[in-house]
């Protein structure tokens, strides 16, 4: 099943896990060794990737709802929501995992939606080719969506998207990999996005792939 980061409603473990999730940030000091759980932590990930400087997208956490309003806008929506942590939610009989959602207006009714826990809240990069890169030892294996996304995350509609092998520029990769020397990483799977001007923008990073 799919949820969104509207499960912040709930006040039990998903919140709390949301609130860890941001530690990675906070205890990142350039040119020290990075400990290893951080290296799966999204906001680490953003501040690394930006440091080395790879094009991430504008980004803020919070859990301020008037921050968050200050990002919806009237018509088409320029922003999106993010788990921190994006946790697999386990039931007795179910579980569902939170995927990147539009940011809308009627998230913000319920203060509930928003201010359990810090949610990453960034500018949306749309029209988009999505861009799966696989690193292995420093060998780059790079696959592209078929076609511009129809849903803001193409997880979402996996049925119908298909990737097809894909050949970075050569400045792209070197900041993969400088990104994964920099993060202590040898194996692991970025998550780029690539715009209608050619720029390649970096979401986020999976160490298991």
């Not at 906001?43 to 980004?59: D, E, F, H, K, N």
């Not at 940011?103 to 749309?126: F, G, M, N, S």
């Amino acid at each position: 099943m799919l949820t969104s980061p509207r499960f912040l409603r709930s006040d039990g473990a998903a919140p709390a896990g949301e609130w860890n999730g941001g530690g990675g940030l906070v205890s990142f000091t350039p040119n020290r060794d990075i400990p290893r759980p951080a290296r799966r932590q999204e906001l680490l990930q953003l501040a690394v990737a930006s440091r080395i400087g790879l094009p991430v997208p504008r980004t803020i956490v919070t859990n301020d709802r008037s921050r968050i309003a200050g990002w919806v806008t009237d018509d088409t929506p320029t922003a999106v929501l993010k788990a921190v942590s994006a946790p697999l939610l386990q039931e007795i009989d179910d579980s569902s995992f939170v995927f990147t959602e539009w940011l809308t207006a009627d998230l913000l009714v319920d203060a509930a939606h928003t201010e359990a826990a810090p949610i990453i809240v960034q500018e949306a990069i749309w029209p988009k080719l999505d861009v799966r890169v696989t690193v292995i030892d420093g060998r780059i294996h790079a696959a592209i969506t078929n076609s511009a996304s129809l849903a803001v995350d193409w997880r979402v509609e996996h049925e119908r998207v298909h990737f097809v092998p894909h050949e970075l520029p050569l400045a792209v990769a070197d900041k993969c990999r400088e990104l994964f020397d920099t993060l202590g990483l040898v194996f692991g799977a970025i998550d780029l996005v690539l715009d209608q001007r050619g720029q390649y923008s970096f979401l986020e990073l999976n160490p298991n792939g």
